[in-house]
């Protein structure tokens, strides 16, 4: 459809659209606007990463979870997970390794697990900062205090990822228990930005009850927020949780969601999430040809891969650091990109500087 081309070429011009016309381009999309959207993805990748795709360690060090999220398999009411931790020991170790694979992002993402205290997180902060100071810091933690985020920072961390889960409160509300609000994620969002934070949000597609109207919303808030990084992935039912018999997210609407995200802010990371590779074998490659630039292997010791199991048939479960990084080094070339290995940093004004749109330079 024309009109379906000329709200993308508008969302290029110009970085906004309304919430209506999100609305409609969204509820219309079909395979010529996919085309259309993926073709100027892929040019404004190019323009700010070439054919480079920055990849991001992560370290899944507890599945201990405070919260009972109704789509997440380590929710506290899943009786049947597994639960671990590993000791401050293991998570060094899991650095070394990545460090020594080429690695230089450190995510560390966990459950809310009280168990580690502010005092232990800034610990283990203060340690990898001192032993890899050439290396990034992430941390995905949950909510805390915005004291608590200070700290951290102040410790030694770089960024911080929060997905906001959808932007719509009522939506949020399904999805979540009465003491979690979507007021209180966003305002956590504000927070580290606020302390200096490079910032990491995003949202699953296809979660229970979505609309079109509620992705609006979460394009919407992206645009304001201007995060640094938007992760976004298929929700995929666990079979152990409230949602077992829900219907999954879609690679073509996470494909989608992905070219509209480029094309809004170009200079923006976005990662192929594992979710996605893991509803489609090729997922993570189709997502780099819609827009993505970051890939996130896994460091965590291979013992206790399966026990973070936030959906059904997470992929990379039994593989080690090693064969993950191999393989996505086959997997990027196989489609003309390359993985590289720096800290992948390029801007501390966030991804609004890709709003410049006039100045066509890379940013990195
Ligand atoms: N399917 C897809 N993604 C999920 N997450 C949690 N549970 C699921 C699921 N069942 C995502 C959430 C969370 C991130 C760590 O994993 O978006 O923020
Ligand atoms: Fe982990 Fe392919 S990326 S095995």
Redesign the pocket.
């Known amino acids: 459809m024309d009109s379906l081309n000329s709200l993308i070429d508008k969302l290029e011009a110009t970085s906004h659209l309304t919430k209506d016309e999100w609305i409609a381009l969204i509820e219309h999309r079909d395979e010529e606007s996919a085309w259309y959207l993926f073709e100027k993805a892929r040019k404004w990748q190019h323009r700010y990463f070439g054919n480079r795709i920055y990849t991001r360690g992560l370290i899944e060090f507890t599945n201990y979870c405070k919260n009972d ?1 109704y ?3 380590i929710r506290r009411s899943n009786q049947k997970a597994e639960r671990y931790r590993l000791t401050k020991e293991q998570i060094m170790e899991c650095c070394q390794s990545g460090y020594d694979l080429g690695f230089r992002t450190f995510v560390l ?1 966990g459950g809310e697990d009280g168990w580690f205290s502010q005092e232990k997180l800034e610990e283990i902060v203060l340690e990898i900062r001192k032993n890899y100071r050439d290396c990034a810091i992430t941390l ?1 933690l949950g909510e805390r205090s915005k004291e608590s985020y200070q700290r951290l920072f102040h410790a030694g961390a770089d960024r911080y990822l ?2 906001h ?1 959808t932007a719509d409160p009522r939506h949020y509300q399904s999805l979540h228990p009465e003491e979690l609000s979507s007021e209180n994620r966003k305002q956590c969002l504000w927070n580290l930005k606020e302390i200096g934070y490079q910032t990491g949000t ?3 597609v296809g ?1 229970p009850g979505q609309t079109p109207a509620q992705l609006a919303e979460d394009l919407l808030f992206i645009r304001r927020l201007e995060p640094q990084m938007v ?1 976004i ?6 079979h152990d ?1 409230p ?1 077992a018999k829900e219907k ?2 879609t690679v073509e609407l996470t494909l989608f969601m992905t070219g509209l995200l480029r094309v809004m802010l170009p200079s923006l990371l976005l990662p192929a999430t594992t ?1 996605l590779g893991t509803i489609d074998p090729t997922g993570r490659e189709q997502g780099i040809l819609a827009g993505a630039n970051v890939v996130m292997p896994n460091l965590s010791p291979v013992s206790v891969r399966k026990k973070y199991e ?2 059904d048939n997470k992929i990379c479960t039994g593989d080690e650091a090693a064969e993950c990084r191999s393989c996505l080094n086959r997997r990027m070339e196989s489609i003309g990109y390359q993985l590289v290995i720096d800290r992948g940093d390029y801007s501390s004004q966030g991804a609004a500087a890709g709003n410049e749109r006039s100045k066509d330079k890379c940013m990195m």
């Open positions: 999220c789509y997440c398999g993402q995905s929060l997905r889960e995003g949202f699953m979660s992760g992935g298929p929700f995929v039912p666990h949780t949602f999954g997210g979710a936030l959906y």
